[in-house]
């Protein structure tokens, strides 16, 4: 899979490598700020970039999705 990493992550983390994207704070993606990852270390214990990919919920939705264009096909 192909991802242009300027697109989803700051500045200051697009150049890094990715186990230290994975282990960095989740403000490192684009649109996610400190106060959200405050939030979501509060509701779901989310510390990483890592640690939101593995949430449950997020699969569970990414999942719904594709099941969802599987229907439209």
């Known amino acids: 899979m192909a991802i242009d990493l300027d697109k989803v992550l700051d500045k200051a ?4 490598p990715l186990a230290e994207v994975l282990a960095a704070p989740v403000a490192a993606l684009k649109g996610v700020s400190d106060e959200d990852g405050k939030l979501l ?8 970039v890592a640690d939101f990919g593995q949430l449950k919920y997020v699969r569970w ?9 599987t229907v439209k096909a």
């Open 13 to 16: 983390w697009a150049d890094k």
């Open 41 to 48: 270390h509060q509701a779901f214990g989310i510390k990483t």
């Open 61 to 69: 939705a990414q999942a719904l999705v594709a099941l969802n264009q």
